[in-house]
């Protein structure tokens, strides 16, 4: 059974930076994708960015439209954990944040594509 931790959640004025980990724990974790959603009051989760098993590097990553260029998502496969580097916050980008685990082979941006869910950690950009 895999389990899932955030943290590293905050509040933050626009501009600001904030960077999100996940520990994760459990066998299988290294053969899953590991992902982050986020989720406003009343609206679906959102795809933020994934990065594929077996490798840490940005080449593996993938990350939506709406944050690239502002987020990168990393992953320490020997510390099961995945980060999420926040630049250049927007009000826009406050939510919960959650992380994921699932396989490989499944739409990375379908939340229905993961089977494990953290509990979530908020994040709010206000001035």
């Not at 990065?51 to 993938?62: D, E, L």
């Not at 992380?99 to 082979?105: I, P, R």
Request: charged content about 15%; glycine content about 12%.
């Amino acid at each position: 059974q895999v389990q899932l931790v955030e943290s590293g959640g905050g509040s933050v004025q626009p501009g600001d930076s904030l960077r999100l980990s996940c520990q994760g724990s459990g066998n299988g974790l290294s053969v899953l994708s590991m992902a982050w959603f986020r989720q406003t009051p009343g609206k679906e989760r959102e795809f933020v960015a994934r990065v594929r098993p077996g490798s840490s590097t940005t080449n593996y990553a993938i990350h939506a439209a709406s944050v690239k260029g502002r987020f990168t998502v990393s992953r320490d496969n020997a510390q099961n954990t995945l980060h999420l580097q926040m630049n250049s916050l927007k009000a826009e980008d406050t939510a919960a944040y959650y992380c994921a685990a699932g396989s490989a082979g499944k739409p990375h941006d379908l939340s229905t594509s993961y089977d494990y869910w953290g509990q979530g950690t908020q994040v709010t950009v206000s001035s």
